[in-house]
């Protein structure tokens, strides 16, 4: 073994080593290791970049001579030298994340070249303009990144020299113009640096390995980092390698190649190459590059050498692979391998070929698939091939595609989307008022809000796109216009939403549909073949709940009936129910919504037939099915001014008088949930007598019925839930004494205060089960206000890493989580057969599902269209587990 703390030779690592030499150092080595042809090289490991980091950028003490060592045995290898005039050691100085992050850091080439070292590279090559375009590259590279001098500096010389010859392109420079620019070159920088420019060879390696390690700090990668959830603790590998170069003439390439099509997924040679050419141009387009199967006429040796070496990889490594080559002289060098991006589609499709040929198991085959990919499948997503630029951004907040005209209200959308007119719902936020308009719409677009407002949890619930807290965009509703970027859209223009990136377009762009085959159903039924936590669908009508059916649902996990009675039909007979004097009043109101009450419950349980419906009783607090306060002051305010109908003012007096007395400062923490309830115990009554009903009327028409669950929301004390389920329990034997019917059914309570997570125990001896409500458990939890949090300091707090994620999209692990595993554990301590469930949006996150495995919950529930997702990636936490 030859490396030492810091520094590792290529013969010392292999694949298995990744964390510590970086994906390329490690990708490279495992190729050598294999007898595949690499340059030589050495690499610098991550824990010298974090203990850098560590030390505020100071080096550790015995880490240069680590790395001069290491450039001495690579010299004797080679048997060229640093800087030598006669047989000069050219190196490229490149990053290598344990994660693949394309393009994010920095990297150097033709290090090593000099006007010593000039003369031997172009008798070596036998092309002299070759050697000072090397020169002149490295020097625009090397000033750029390592002594932080501007781009234009360069570029503009580049630019001026070429009007000066009449040239188009670089490569129509002579090696006497390259030769020049050098020297202009050369001086700029000394300008800029406000000294000489360094020459010493050995220096300049010890500068590009530190702007290496600086880069991984860089703004692009910071925010590469946080999209991809990649830790900034774990630091860059640095690889030197010694250059090969593919333009040294016509038996000499450079050339991008995968094993498999990245965009189909097909078994198909897939890659181009330029004869007498540098990496560079081929991702430039400086030159139009040919296809790899041209490359069998003109370099036939090195095209077979690479397509056996494809092959070896991609079984090896058993991933489709993307491979960087390049013939010098006729000889094929790779310069990494990796496991290949590709789109969602082909992913699927790479996985099921490969478990067919026999490659890779089914276990194998899902750890090969990002839960996300599943997501981009579901929806229809714009055509990548529009060309068109986004008027504005906001948060990604429901994936999918989605155009129509502007319309700036519900009522609005509910009229056009039903005559057929697809629209878009332009916001500053939606309310639950909202819910019939977002219903038909296509998309939303809200100014306010964030990933988990109501216009995005929504909006993933019915499979709409939305794009939330876009804060540029300023809506006018009373003019009926928008203005975003300047651009004026008024009710009736087109615009296209991309809910997968939050990108916000005039007009409209072509679509693709959603991708759904046979590859995405094998995928999720191999999923189901591993997983142990059940996966339900949170669905509030039978459209929902028959789509989530559809989706591989095992039931619904949370019924919200609160969206039931926001419907325009009902709202008045809900708000006599509330405004109600007596109770005999109320009454009368509730006789009058039992029965639209039971026909959603039949809708839902005739779709959801003989898998379990968890229904949860009325939770919002009352004032939100009322007039909004501020409102209805102006209101009578105007018939004040105005002298207005009296009998009107009254009435409009009396109402205000209603809705400040039932006026809270924090709703959401007031008199809602189980609270209702006690004091309204009609209203779970009504409410239980419809389940009842809706369950045996579906029974006697269908044979059979859903299994009912009847859950008591926002349960702080033991003492609410044994009341409410006395409430529940008595009225069920009501209603069946009355039909001489038989009717099993189960009562429950959500968990979604931390009181009740601690004192679960007691709770559990009223329950059958609990399900989580991991939103109001987030907020209660943290102590933070959803939606102010999103729209206020939540973002700076991620950004900074005061915390890691939104907790709103993946729960919390230490905290959240710690209320979670509390509450199973003393539940299932005081009722071992207590069934546990999750009902919140992070019911279909992976890495919150991640989680729910390890506590030993027995289902998640989510919104419809995150059920497939919610299956693989309950699957992934099984084999994470068993790895792990």
Same mark, same amino acid.
């Given at each position: 073994?030859?490396?030492?703390?810091?520094?590792?030779?290529?013969?010392?690592?292999?694949?298995?080593?990744?964390?510590?030499?970086?994906? +390329?150092?490690?990708?490279?080595?495992?190729?050598? !290791?294999?007898?595949? /042809?690499?340059?030589?090289?050495?690499?610098?490991?991550?824990?010298?970049?974090?203990?850098?980091?560590?030390?505020?950028?100071?080096?550790?003490?015995?880490?240069?001579?680590?790395?001069?060592?290491?450039?001495?045995?690579?010299?004797?290898?080679?048997?060229?030298?640093?800087?030598?005039?006669?047989?000069?050691?050219?190196?490229? *100085?490149?990053?290598?994340?344990?994660?693949?992050? %394309?393009?994010?850091?920095?990297?150097?080439?033709?290090?090593?070249?000099?006007?010593?070292?000039?003369?031997?590279?172009?008798?070596?090559?036998? $092309?002299?303009?070759?050697?000072?375009?090397?020169?002149?590259?490295?020097?625009?590279?090397?000033?750029?990144?390592?002594?932080?001098?501007? /781009?234009?500096?360069?570029?503009?010389?580049?630019?001026?020299?070429?009007?000066?010859?009449?040239?188009?392109?670089?490569?129509?420079?002579?090696?006497?113009?390259?030769?020049?620019?050098?020297?202009?070159?050369?001086?700029?920088?000394?300008?800029?640096?406000?000294?000489?420019?360094?020459?010493?060879?050995?220096?300049?390696?010890?500068?590009?390995? &530190?702007?290496?390690?600086?880069?991984?700090?860089?703004? !692009?990668?910071?925010? @590469?980092?946080?999209?991809? $959830?990649?830790?900034?603790?774990?630091?860059?590998?640095? &690889?030197?390698?010694? #250059?090969?170069?593919?333009?040294?003439?016509?038996?000499?390439?450079?050339?991008?190649?995968?094993?498999?099509?990245?965009?189909?997924?097909?078994?198909?040679?897939?890659?181009?190459?330029?004869?007498?050419?540098?990496?560079?141009?081929?991702?430039?387009?400086?030159?139009?590059?040919?296809?790899?199967?041209?490359?069998?006429?003109?370099?036939?040796?090195?095209?077979?050498?690479?397509?056996?070496?494809? $092959?070896?990889?991609?079984?090896?490594?058993?991933?489709?692979?993307?491979?960087?080559?390049?013939?010098?002289?006729?000889?094929?060098?790779?310069?990494?391998?990796?496991?290949?991006?590709?789109?969602?589609?082909?992913?699927?499709?790479?996985?099921?070929?490969?478990?067919?040929?026999?490659?890779?198991?089914?276990?194998?085959?899902?750890?090969?698939?990002?839960?996300?990919?599943?997501?981009?499948?579901?929806? %229809?997503?714009?055509? /990548?091939?529009?060309?068109?630029?986004?008027?504005?951004?906001?948060?990604?907040?429901?994936?999918?595609?989605?155009?129509?005209?502007?319309?700036?209200?519900?009522?609005?959308?509910?009229?056009?989307?039903?005559?057929?007119?697809?629209?878009?719902?332009?916001?500053?936020?939606?309310?639950?008022?909202?819910?019939?308009?977002?219903?038909?719409?296509?998309?939303?677009?809200?100014?306010?809000?964030?990933?988990?407002?109501?216009?995005?949890?929504?909006?993933?619930?019915?499979?709409?796109?939305?794009?939330?807290?876009?804060?540029?965009?300023?809506?006018?509703?009373?003019? +009926?216009?928008?203005?975003?970027?300047?651009?004026?859209?008024?009710?009736?223009?087109?615009?296209?939403?991309?809910?997968?990136?939050?990108?916000?377009?005039?007009?409209?762009?072509?679509?693709?549909?959603?991708?759904?085959?046979?590859?995405?159903?094998?995928?999720?039924?191999?999923?189901?073949?591993?997983?142990?936590?059940?996966?339900?669908?949170?669905?509030?009508?039978?459209?929902?709940?028959?789509?989530?059916?559809?989706?591989?649902?095992?039931?619904?996990?949370?019924? !919200?009936?609160?969206?039931?009675?926001?419907?325009?039909?009902?709202?008045?007979?809900?708000?006599?129910?509330?405004?109600?004097?007596?109770?005999?009043?109320?009454?009368?109101?509730?006789?009058?919504?039992?029965?639209?009450?039971?026909?959603?419950?039949?809708?839902?349980?005739?779709? #959801?037939?003989?898998?379990?419906?968890? *229904?949860?009783?009325?939770?919002?607090?009352?004032?939100?099915?009322?007039?909004?306060?501020?409102?209805?002051?102006?209101?009578?305010?105007?018939?004040?001014?105005?002298?207005?109908?009296?009998?009107?003012?009254?009435?409009? !007096?009396?109402?205000?008088?209603?809705?400040?007395?039932?006026?809270?400062?924090?709703?959401?923490?007031?008199?809602?949930?189980?609270?209702?309830?006690?004091?309204?115990?009609?209203?779970?009554?009504?409410?239980?007598?419809?389940?009842?009903?809706?369950?045996?009327?579906?029974?006697?028409?269908?044979?059979?019925?859903?299994?009912?669950?009847?859950?008591?929301?926002?349960?702080? @004390?033991?003492?609410?839930?044994?009341?409410?389920?006395?409430?529940?329990?008595? =009225?069920?034997?009501?209603?069946?004494?009355?039909?001489?019917?038989?009717?099993?059914? =189960?009562?429950?309570?959500?968990?979604?205060?931390?009181?009740?997570?601690?004192?679960?125990?007691?709770?559990?001896?009223?329950?059958?089960?609990?399900?989580?409500?991991? $939103?109001?458990?987030?907020?209660?939890?943290?102590?933070?206000?959803?939606?102010?949090?999103?729209?206020?300091?939540?973002?700076?707090?991620?950004?900074?890493?005061?915390?890691?994620?939104?907790?709103?999209?993946?729960?919390?692990?230490?905290?959240?989580?710690?209320?979670?595993?509390?509450?199973?554990?003393?539940?299932?301590?005081?009722? %071992?057969?207590?069934?546990?469930?999750?009902?919140?949006?992070?019911?279909?996150?992976?890495?919150?599902?991640?989680?729910?495995?390890?506590?030993?919950?027995?289902?998640?529930?989510?919104?419809?269209?995150?059920?497939?997702?919610?299956?693989?990636?309950?699957?992934?936490?099984?084999?994470?587990?068993?790895?792990?």
């Amino acid at each position: 073994m030859t490396h030492t703390d810091y520094v590792y030779d290529l013969s010392d690592g292999d694949a298995t080593m990744r964390n510590l030499l970086g994906g +390329k150092g490690a990708g490279v080595a495992e190729m050598k !290791r294999l007898g595949v /042809p690499v340059p030589d090289a050495f690499t610098v490991t991550t824990t010298a970049c974090v203990e850098t980091m560590r030390r505020k950028g100071e080096w550790p003490e015995s880490l240069w001579q680590e790395v001069l060592d290491g450039l001495h045995r690579l010299e004797e290898r080679t048997g060229l030298k640093l800087g030598d005039a006669e047989k000069p050691l050219l190196l490229s *100085v490149r990053s290598g994340a344990v994660q693949s992050m %394309p393009g994010m850091m920095d990297t150097i080439l033709n290090l090593g070249v000099s006007e010593e070292t000039v003369p031997a590279l172009a008798k070596a090559g036998g $092309n002299e303009r070759f050697a000072w375009d090397s020169y002149r590259r490295f020097i625009q590279m090397y000033g750029e990144v390592v002594e932080g001098i501007e /781009p234009h500096v360069y570029e503009d010389a580049l630019t001026k020299l070429k009007s000066d010859r009449g040239v188009e392109h670089d490569t129509d420079l002579t090696a006497e113009d390259l030769r020049e620019l050098v020297a202009t070159f050369k001086k700029l920088s000394d300008d800029a640096l406000g000294g000489a420019w360094t020459n010493d060879p050995t220096e300049q390696l010890k500068k590009a390995i &530190n702007a290496v390690f600086k880069s991984w700090l860089n703004p !692009r990668a910071d925010v @590469y980092r946080k999209a991809n $959830n990649i830790s900034a603790d774990l630091g860059t590998a640095v &690889n030197v390698m010694q #250059m090969v170069f593919g333009n040294r003439g016509d038996d000499s390439a450079t050339g991008v190649c995968f094993t498999r099509n990245p965009s189909t997924g097909a078994k198909e040679l897939y890659g181009e190459f330029l004869v007498n050419a540098q990496g560079e141009d081929v991702v430039a387009g400086i030159r139009t590059p040919r296809n790899l199967e041209e490359m069998k006429e003109v370099l036939p040796e090195a095209y077979d050498q690479l397509i056996d070496t494809m $092959n070896r990889m991609e079984q090896h490594y058993k991933d489709m692979q993307d491979m960087e080559f390049t013939i010098e002289g006729g000889q094929l060098y790779l310069l990494q391998t990796r496991n290949g991006k590709r789109t969602a589609a082909a992913a699927l499709k790479i996985a099921n070929d490969m478990v067919a040929e026999g490659i890779l198991t089914k276990e194998e085959a899902l750890n090969r698939i990002e839960p996300a990919q599943l997501d981009h499948l579901l929806h %229809p997503a714009i055509d /990548p091939s529009h060309g068109q630029t986004p008027i504005t951004k906001g948060l990604p907040a429901s994936p999918g595609a989605a155009m129509g005209t502007v319309v700036f209200d519900a009522d609005t959308a509910h009229e056009k989307g039903h005559a057929g007119e697809p629209v878009v719902l332009v916001r500053f936020e939606t309310t639950p008022d909202d819910i019939h308009g977002v219903l038909v719409a296509q998309g939303v677009l809200t100014a306010h809000g964030g990933m988990t407002s109501h216009a995005a949890v929504v909006a993933r619930g019915m499979g709409r796109p939305c794009v939330a807290g876009a804060h540029e965009i300023k809506i006018d509703p009373k003019a +009926k216009q928008v203005t975003i970027a300047g651009q004026v859209f008024t009710e009736g223009d087109m615009i296209t939403l991309d809910g997968s990136t939050g990108d916000v377009y005039a007009g409209e762009l072509p679509l693709v549909p959603p991708q759904i085959n046979e590859d995405f159903q094998h995928i999720v039924q191999w999923a189901d073949e591993v997983r142990r936590l059940g996966v339900r669908a949170n669905a509030d009508n039978a459209e929902d709940a028959a789509k989530a059916r559809e989706l591989g649902a095992q039931g619904i996990g949370l019924c !919200r009936t609160e969206h039931m009675f926001m419907a325009s039909d009902r709202l008045p007979a809900v708000r006599r129910m509330i405004l109600a004097n007596d109770d005999a009043e109320r009454t009368a109101a509730l006789a009058e919504i039992l029965p639209m009450q039971q026909s959603d419950f039949e809708g839902i349980f005739e779709a #959801m037939a003989g898998l379990p419906v968890t *229904v949860r009783l009325l939770d919002p607090p009352l004032h939100e099915f009322l007039p909004d306060l501020v409102e209805q002051s102006l209101k009578v305010q105007k018939l004040e001014l105005t002298n207005g109908d009296a009998a009107e003012l009254e009435k409009e !007096r009396a109402l205000l008088a209603q809705v400040k007395g039932l006026h809270e400062q924090n709703p959401m923490l007031g008199t809602r949930g189980c609270r209702l309830g006690m004091l309204y115990p009609e209203i779970p009554e009504m409410q239980t007598r419809a389940i009842v009903r809706a369950a045996l009327a579906v029974r006697e028409r269908k044979g059979e019925t859903a299994g009912v669950e009847i859950m008591i929301p926002l349960v702080a @004390y033991a003492e609410e839930l044994k009341r409410q389920r006395a409430v529940v329990e008595d =009225t069920v034997a009501d209603e069946l004494e009355r039909a001489g019917a038989e009717l099993e059914f =189960t009562v429950g309570t959500m968990i979604e205060l931390p009181r009740a997570a601690i004192t679960a125990d007691q709770i559990a001896e009223h329950a059958d089960f609990f399900s989580f409500g991991t $939103n109001d458990l987030t907020q209660t939890g943290i102590g933070i206000s959803r939606d102010d949090a999103e729209s206020g300091f939540l973002g700076q707090y991620v950004a900074d890493e005061v915390m890691p994620r939104n907790p709103f999209e993946s729960v919390d692990r230490d905290g959240v989580g710690g209320l979670i595993k509390i509450g199973v554990e003393k539940g299932k301590g005081a009722k %071992p057969k207590l069934k546990t469930g999750v009902c919140g949006e992070h019911g279909g996150d992976p890495d919150s599902i991640a989680l729910f495995e390890e506590l030993g919950l027995e289902y998640v529930s989510c919104s419809p269209y995150r059920v497939p997702i919610a299956r693989f990636a309950a699957a992934r936490a099984v084999l994470d587990g068993q790895q792990g």
